[in-house]
């Protein structure tokens, strides 16, 4: 699993809060990645990072921001919560090695209300 | 783990029979085809990955083929076993150089004893 813990692992919060999601991982890995998964849609690419303060977004970035002050920490924040934001959101690192096999983390589950 | 209650399509196998997963890709661009397994209440697992410079490519117990022509990617599980009932993911990699992949909505394979 390359070392990558999510926190928090469940959080409930309300319309309009700012919310910000943590991915920390002990491998070193230079790229890393946030996706949120729906039903129906599978994983969904919301922004990257290819090193630190390196960021792009990906396909369903608006209403999300990311930053990367160190390798092995990659925050995802919400600015304003809303309903569809509700998800389950996973964070992903590459294999500097290979640059093909990438290595997720165990999932938050977000409830916007 | 978390995971999300998918509505995806299904695909029954007897135990001990083959598995064949598809999947359709879109860019004709797209250099690098992965296939991933996630478990219930987990982040995704690399199985097995393929160039667009290949057609087959083998590992154990699984199969994968891309036929560029089509556009078309398969994976085939040999002997399944109820361990691989899972949802399997393929993904691609549109942009040579910018490693952002792409997944595809996903099959749910069920193992029947």
């Known amino acids: 699993d390359a070392g990558i813990t999510q926190s928090p692992r469940h959080k409930v919060t309300e319309t309009g809060t700012p919310v910000t999601l943590r991915c920390h991982q002990t491998?070193?890995?230079?790229?890393m990645y946030w996706y949120r998964q729906d039903p129906g849609h599978g994983l969904r690419l919301i922004h990257y990072s290819y090193g630190v303060k390196d960021t792009d977004k990906g396909e369903v970035s608006d209403g999300y921001s990311v930053s990367r002050s160190k390798t092995e920490d990659f925050l995802l924040t919400l600015e304003s919560a809303t309903s569809s934001q509700t998800s389950v959101y996973f964070c992903?690192?590459?294999?500097?090695?290979?640059?093909?096999?990438?290595?997720f983390g165990p999932g938050t589950r977000l409830t916007v209300l | 783990g978390e995971s999300v209650g998918l509505h995806l399509p299904t695909l029954s196998v007897q135990e001990g029979d083959n598995s064949i997963i598809n999947c359709a890709y879109s860019?004709?661009?797209?250099?690098?085809f992965i296939w991933y397994k996630q478990e219930s209440g987990k982040g995704p697992q690399f199985i097995i990955d393929?160039?667009?410079?290949?057609d087959k490519r083998q590992g154990q117990r699984v199969t994968v083929l891309l036929n560029k022509t089509v556009k078309h990617l398969s994976l085939q599980i040999a002997a399944t076993q109820p361990g691989d009932s899972a949802v399997y993911f393929c993904a691609d990699n549109p942009s040579s150089g910018t490693y952002k992949y792409i997944f595809g909505t996903g099959t749910r394979l069920k193992v029947l004893a």
């Open positions: 491998e070193n890995h230079r790229y």
């Open positions: 393929i160039r667009s410079n290949m």
């Open positions: 992903a690192t590459l294999a500097d090695s290979t640059l093909n096999e990438q290595f």
């Open positions: 860019n004709s661009a797209s250099d690098y």
